[in-house]
């Protein structure tokens, strides 16, 4: 039975895994105090000169296109450029904060695969790895439950926009043993292996990844991706552009279009209630790229972020030394973020795959087991800083006025994966009940006896 096998497995990870020793306390970015008054250092000359120069020539440029230049621009992009992550960077993540985070991520994935009946091949696809701290703690469990996977191979696939965050990747997952491409036109810029022996290959684009059977995660990726913002005004909706304060040339301020762009025609819904919408176009392309390799291939798709379920208007925020930071000064130098809008990504999704939650992040942990496991830590740990540390990394990421009710998670599945199994041809169960669906871990509650 399904609630049993999710029981053992991880008992059988728990006990055996050890500890990596990586438990930090620090602020995420739901954490954050406002800047403080000697936060204000010179304005990053080149990316905003670049912005400057394209306002004066084209007009004030969208949201979407002012957030895409400052993150990923190829040559100024804020996570092209920087390692943000961690307590020295602009903000934390949880895979960051506590190893049990990705082992449960791990257990997920492996029961995943084996509800879909176990194929022959799983490729571990991740967008936006950062310090690739989540799919270390995932191959970690991988490598303790070796037998489970019996000849199936298993392969790694990393998208990442970044080559200074694909050499932290390569460097915690492959060592020493990663090569990058010969030409930058190449779709796999870097690959390598991991001490198992698993291949390891880096991605620009989601598209370049090749088909089969695959395991999605996204972790705070999608809060990432460029958002269009709307106003509602007398005239109908406006999208909100970013121009030149005409007052102080080297600041730049928000402004509402004075008639319809092309994406405020056709990006907001014609019932929309709220006054004000942030919509991430890209994220919905992303999502239906997924559904559609899901519905092809098999697979899941784990999407954890903060976000809201089509509830919530400005969120667009900005990030630097783990302090908040406006979002249009000094732009290449801090974060810049939005909450996810899951009921978007459900809307794009389609009807291809199925979708389930958006859960807490306390939820989805508590019923992965995170109790479990932080009883095990503490049982063979009798060091009373490390004792306090395990406790307080639990702490930040279940604990709900902190990671556990902001952060969501969400899963796009192959429909097959919730159908009720088929009758036997030939028995004869006609007057007894269909069984029911199987339950997904994370999703639905496990019971440990
Ligand atoms: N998942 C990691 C890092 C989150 S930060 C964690 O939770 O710790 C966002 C990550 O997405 C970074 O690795 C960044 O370089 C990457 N990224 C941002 N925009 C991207 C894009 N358009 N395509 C691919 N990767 C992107």
Redesign the pocket.
Known sequence: MRFSFNTQLLSRVFISLPAAGRWRAAQSRLFCSSPSSSDQEKPRASMLRHLTSKIKATGPVTVAEYMREV??NPVTGY?VKND??GPDGDFI????ISQIFGELVGVWIISEWMGAGQPKQLQLV??????G??SSDVLRVFSQLRSVFGGASVSVHL????PV?SRLQAQSLTGNSSQEADSEDEPVYRHGETAAGLPVSWY??LDDVPAGFSIFL????FD??PIHKFQRTPKGWREVMVDIDPEKPDRLRFVVAPSPTPASSTLVQADERRGHVEVCA?GGVIVQQLARRIAADGGAALIADYGHDGTKTDTFRGFKGHQLHDVLSSPGSADLTADVDFSYLRRMAGGGVACLGPVTQRTFLKNMGIDSRLQVLLRNCSDPTTRKQLTGSYDMLTNPAKMGERFHFFSLLHHSRLAKPKKPDGLKLEKKKSPAPLPVAGFTELSFS
């Open positions: 993150l990923t996570y943000m992550l993540t949880s895979p960051e991740e967008l936006g790895p950062g310090r701290s989540l998208v990442e926009v970044s965050l620009r684009r996204a972790h705070e990726f990432a991706l890209e």
